[in-house]
């Protein structure tokens, strides 16, 4: 299923290191979008979504400039902000006006910013929209990456119909555009809104967010509730049992904090992906995306991952002084109902090894294997207090 590494023509891939899911001032960031494109830009990204929720910025939106910031939420567009802006890209770069005695600024949308930073051809910006619908309560969040329209909130009848519905959206417009595009589920334990008998039968684009560095999304489970890993390994396994084909999994930062950089506070840098892909552009990345021909990341670099028939291989990029442990996790052939959730068989760890390259040899037993690997070093700024630095990789899917 993974092509990464392919000797014949492996010369050809780059890896790409992007975040999927952005806010700023479009929807509920407390940054104005050139900031958060400023932002990723300088450090080191190669492409970045914006993905607001329910908008896109192509039209003409005007926001309230304030005197000072009061706090809380929504976040507060203030005089300091702008003249950071116009220190950072010239004074005529914003457009102002006033109205009702009161100071607006225009924001600025993703055309002209792809003008801007996309100059070199070194960075990419990619529409993206996060569909932000609910089903009574529960908020459901699906991100369209690569959009060229706009796609309001489906709804649907349940928690389930609703995530279909606004993936089906995202499809029918990939099908009529003609223009490459996928739909991810955002965050699944935000509000412990999803279980992974939501994500087992969803038809169509099939990534979830393993990883989002919101500080209220609840990545590591409780004592009740399945981490997203945990979640992963579930969903992994009944797909495949029912032969879908197997959900990846994302690293995002989903972040909406630019002006203060602090554990629970929605900051930039956390998570994110490592795409191998023929070339920067919005259809390579996504082509590549589709194949599983990437990782998710919080801080450990992979120079190569490998599969064949016999083994898993997973070549890091060393930092020095770092201790690395690779956990290839997944299930077996024992696991053979398909509604047993419960099943303590599932999403085993087949074997942990602190080599490099990490290797794992299959025994014929398994049904996917998949590879995380966790260093010893802590995560500057994390998501949750004392966070180390870790990768997943894509299943590799053997039945
Ligand atoms: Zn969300
Ligand atoms: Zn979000």
Redesign the pocket.
């Known amino acids: 299923m993974l092509i990464i590494n392919c000797n014949n023509y492996s010369d050809s891939y780059q890896w790409y290191k992007g975040n999927l899911?952005t806010?700023t001032f479009w929807s509920d960031g407390d940054a104005p979008p050139e900031i958060t494109v400023d932002w990723y830009k300088s450090n080191e990204y190669d492409f970045l979504a914006l993905?607001d929720?329910n908008i896109l910025s192509t039209v003409e939106k005007w926001i309230k400039v304030h005197d000072n910031d009061p706090g809380g939420w929504p976040p507060t567009m203030t005089k300091t902000k702008l003249k950071d802006i116009q220190n950072k890209f010239g004074f005529d770069w914003i457009n102002t006006r006033i109205k009702d005695d009161t100071l607006e600024m225009q924001l600025t949308t993703l055309d002209k910013l792809k003008i801007k930073f996309e100059t070199d051809n070194d960075f990419l910006l990619i529409q993206s929209e996060?569909i932000?619908d609910k089903y009574e309560k529960t908020p459901i969040?699906i991100?369209a990456t690569n959009i060229s329209e706009f796609i309001p909130p489906q709804g649907g009848n349940s928690i389930f119909d609703v995530l279909q519905r606004n993936i089906n959206a995202v499809r029918e417009q990939r099908k009529t555009t003609g223009q490459a595009m996928i739909a991810h589920i955002?965050?699944p334990n935000y509000e412990w809104a999803l279980l992974s008998e939501h994500l087992i039968n969803i038809q169509g684009d099939s990534f979830f967010e393993v990883y989002n560095g919101?500080p209220l999304v609840n990545n590591w489970g409780n004592n009740e509730k399945p981490s997203t890993d945990k979640m992963w390994d579930m969903v992994l396994t009944m797909r495949i049992l029912k032969n879908l084909p197997p959900m990846y999994g994302l690293a995002v930062d989903?972040a909406?904090a630019y002006y203060r950089y602090k554990v629970g506070k929605a900051n930039p840098g956390r998570g994110w992906v490592m795409v191998k892909a023929k070339g920067l552009n919005a259809e390579k990345i996504i082509s590549s995306l589709e194949s599983g021909n990437f990782y998710s990341s919080t801080g450990v670099l992979i120079n190569n991952i490998n599969q064949n028939n016999k083994s898993y291989m997973v070549y890091i990029s060393k930092k020095t002084g770092i201790t690395y442990t690779t956990q290839f996790i997944g299930s077996t052939h024992s696991i053979n109902q398909k509604d047993d959730l419960d099943n303590n068989e599932i999403g085993k760890i087949f074997y942990e090894t602190k080599t490099n390259p990490a290797i794992y040899n299959f025994t014929g037993k398994e049904i996917y294997v998949r590879a995380k690997i966790i260093s010893d070093k802590l995560q500057e700024n994390p998501y949750s207090k004392g966070d180390l630095e870790m990768a997943w990789t894509q299943p590799f899917v053997l039945k």
Request: overall charge negative; aromatic content about 0%; hydrophobic content about 0%.
């Open positions: 899911h806010h993905s929720h996060e932000s969040h991100n955002n965050h919101h989903d909406h």
